[in-house]
């Protein structure tokens, strides 16, 4: 283990955004037992050399420069990204990789031909609390809750990564806003990061992500656990006054745990209606077969084929369901016809509609 002159103060370290929950006053010490860790454990690393991410996004929610011999806070943690790293939360080695910008470290696995190698990262310790534990993300999550009959929940899912997903999502969530309900913002599976959680924000729709409910990702966590923490997310919004949950679930429709959700799941039997995103025309209608696999139909496709006319055509000739541009999908009219069918008996406020 690379030994410190000291113990370094909280205050010193550069602290990723996956642990911003966590309370930096209770670390008491450091363990170098690396074998024992679990994804969500909080990892004390120096940078050793700078890769494919540059930057890390702090818990502040800004981004920092790296540089060489910076002493970093990050989240054991998997990662799944088609167009980036697939990783495992594991610290097997005297270096390790910074998976992903938000803050995750374990080893890389696979890598899309584009990426630069991984930012290399020397492990230095566990951060333990004053009574010898691991501290861990999970330790400082939401506590569980149930989502009450009256609120609907939406779930936008997507055909791939950066298929517009997330742009869906914060539009309709500003729409519905817009139109006077009370709304908010959740991201139920993915890899913590700041862009999706403070796109909601931007949208005027107040968030949380399962980085809120303990887990740094969710790939390759247990189905009960991602359930439980869609639960608690969607119904600590709801304690807070949403009566609309616009959930988004990350990457494609194939993705391991995103497929677990379709086929059955206490979030799919949870959802009111889904929202698809889908990159062009072939991944709207490939899209929306699978959703039709697992008796399912979305009440609209948005996502990167609303940017090209023509190729918008073509998905609406092939599956025959309305396709809306972010524009359309932020206004108030829009919005709240798209989701007048099937709302749990919310009715907008009418001192909350946008002039």
């Known amino acids: 283990m690379p030994a410190l002159n000291e113990f370094p103060s909280p205050d010193t370290l550069k602290w990723a955004f996956t642990t911003r929950r966590v309370d930096q006053d209770a670390l008491a010490g450091l363990s170098a037992d690396f074998a024992a860790a679990v994804a969500g454990d909080l990892v004390l690393c120096r940078?050793?050399?700078?890769?494919?991410?540059?930057?890390?996004?702090?818990?502040?929610?800004?981004?920092?420069?790296?540089?060489?011999?910076?002493?970093?806070?990050?989240?054991?943690?998997?990662?799944?990204?088609?167009?980036?790293?697939?990783?495992?939360?594991?610290?097997?080695?005297?270096?390790?990789?910074?998976?992903?910008?938000?803050?995750?470290?374990g080893r890389m696995e696979r890598a899309h031909s584009r990426m630069a190698p991984p930012t290399r990262l020397e492990p230095v310790g566990i951060l333990i609390d004053a009574s010898g534990r691991r501290m861990n993300v999970a330790d400082y999550a939401l506590p569980a809750a149930t989502i009450p009959d009256h609120v609907t929940v939406i779930g936008v899912f997507g055909a791939s990564m950066n298929s517009g997903k997330t742009t869906a999502a914060v539009s309709i969530a500003h729409g519905l806003a817009a139109a006077g309900y009370r709304v908010a913002g959740v991201k139920a599976t993915g890899t913590g990061a700041f862009g999706d959680f403070?796109?909601?924000?931007?949208?005027?729709?107040?968030?949380?992500?399962?980085?809120?409910?303990?887990?740094?990702?969710?790939?390759?966590?247990?189905?009960?656990?991602?359930?439980?923490?869609?639960?608690?997310?969607?119904?600590?919004?709801?304690?807070?006054?949403?009566?609309?949950?616009?959930?988004?679930?990350?990457?494609?429709?194939?993705?391991?745990?995103?497929?677990?959700?379709?086929?059955?799941?206490?979030?799919?039997?949870?959802?009111?209606?889904?929202?698809?995103?889908?990159?062009?025309?072939?991944?709207?209608?490939?899209?929306?077969?699978?959703?039709?696999?697992?008796?399912?139909?979305?009440?609209?496709?948005?996502?990167?084929?609303?940017?090209?006319?023509l190729g918008q055509t073509e998905a609406v000739a092939a599956t025959g369901i309305a396709h809306y541009a972010r524009e359309e999908l932020a206004s108030a009219e829009v919005a709240g016809r798209l989701v007048a069918g099937f709302l749990r008996g919310a009715r907008p406020d009418a001192t909350d509609r946008a002039a």
């Open 198 to 309: 403070n796109a909601f924000e931007d949208a005027g729709v107040p968030a949380t992500d399962f980085t809120d409910a303990g887990m740094p990702t969710t790939y390759r966590m247990p189905l009960p656990r991602i359930e439980a923490g869609f639960e608690a997310l969607v119904g600590n919004a709801a304690a807070d006054g949403a009566q609309i949950v616009v959930v988004e679930i990350a990457d494609g429709v194939f993705q391991a745990e995103t497929a677990s959700i379709l086929r059955g799941s206490r979030i799919r039997s949870r959802l009111d209606g889904i929202l698809f995103a889908a990159p062009d025309a072939l991944g709207a209608l490939g899209g929306t077969q699978v959703l039709r696999a697992h008796g399912l139909r979305p009440f609209a496709i948005s996502g990167m084929v609303t940017c090209s006319p």
């Open 47 to 105: 940078v050793a050399g700078l890769g494919q991410h540059r930057k890390l996004q702090l818990a502040g929610r800004r981004t920092s420069e790296l540089y060489p011999g910076d002493l970093v806070v990050l989240c054991l943690g998997d990662r799944y990204a088609p167009d980036q790293f697939e990783g495992r939360a594991v610290l097997d080695g005297p270096v390790a990789d910074l998976l992903a910008g938000g803050g995750i470290v």
